[in-house]
């Protein structure tokens, strides 16, 4: 479940042409969280979690690896 998510988090900040400290400041998080997501270190927080999916416009399945 850790690589799908940081796989897909990195890939649809990518595609929205964010860099991570972008990102961050939008998820209201530092740059060195964002960074420990994408690298599989550390995972968000349930609430957090929903935010990133309504942000990107996905669901918390599809960031999970549930969905394709």
């Given at each position: ?9 990195k ?5 929205k042409?964010?860099e991570?400290k972008e990102?961050a ?7 060195s969280?964002?960074?420990?997501w ?5 995972q968000?927080?349930y609430?957090v979690l ?6 990107f416009?996905v669901?918390v399945?599809?960031l999970?690896?549930f969905?394709?």
């Amino acid at each position: 479940m850790r690589t799908i998510f940081k796989e897909r988090l990195k890939e649809l900040r990518i595609e929205k042409s964010l860099e991570q400290k972008e990102l961050a400041a939008i998820l209201h998080v530092s740059k060195s969280t964002v960074s420990a997501w994408e690298v599989g270190r550390n995972q968000p927080s349930y609430e957090v979690l929903g935010d990133i999916a309504a942000f990107f416009d996905v669901t918390v399945d599809y960031l999970l690896g549930f969905i394709n």
